[in-house]
């Protein structure tokens, strides 16, 4: 009886319908992959237009942003509020007293760098974007009011700390040793990840007790 009322309903039309995805996530989609294969510098309306594909051409970028550097400004700002979002999430394992600092630091870090090895494309672009001559004020200010939150969080562990400096710099520690590996110059992910997070460690050892 299911199958004959699942073989009316697909007669009748029901199918389920494909998502549809908006052109301006498909061009955010595109800069995404142009810049994580081509650099800031070489990424050119046109290009993003052809790896956005169903049929948009170049001027319909401007359509929705008003230039290429608006479109990478705003892709940016996705790509990096889905990765804070996932090192907020995380943040509650360093108020966990039961395991040592390290263990704490650890089970982060192997979170957060494997999130960005699954996102590699994603990774390389938020990394040569925050690194390019592109990155002007807007896209700091815009910036700051991603990873704001994760400051304001570990104010309330760490409430006579620098906080944002922390943040600041275990950004640059993390995007230093994972880019190497996402542009495919380090084939060792897990040295590469060891090496990062003994950075880190030192780093934090500072701020955060046994």
Known sequence: MADQSARKRK???YEQAPVKISAEEL????????VAKK????????AI???AGHGLTDTVIYRFFSSK????RKAFLRESTAFMQQVEALLPVLWEK????????RFLWHTVWTWLGQHKAASTFMIRYYYSASFDENAKNGYQTVWQPIADHLHELLPEKDTES????ALETTASAIYPVCADWR???AGASEYGFRRLNGLIREFLSE
């Open 11 to 13: 007669r009748k039309g």
């Open 27 to 34: 061009l955010m989609n595109a800069i995404v992959r142009v």
């Open 39 to 46: 650099g800031v510098e070489g990424t050119s309306t046109r």
């Open 49 to 51: 237009a052809a790896e």
């Open 69 to 72: 550097e608006d479109l990478m």
């Open 98 to 105: 039961k395991i040592s600092r390290e263990q704490r630091l």
């Open 166 to 169: 922390l943040v600041y710099m």
């Open 187 to 189: 084939p060792d992910g």
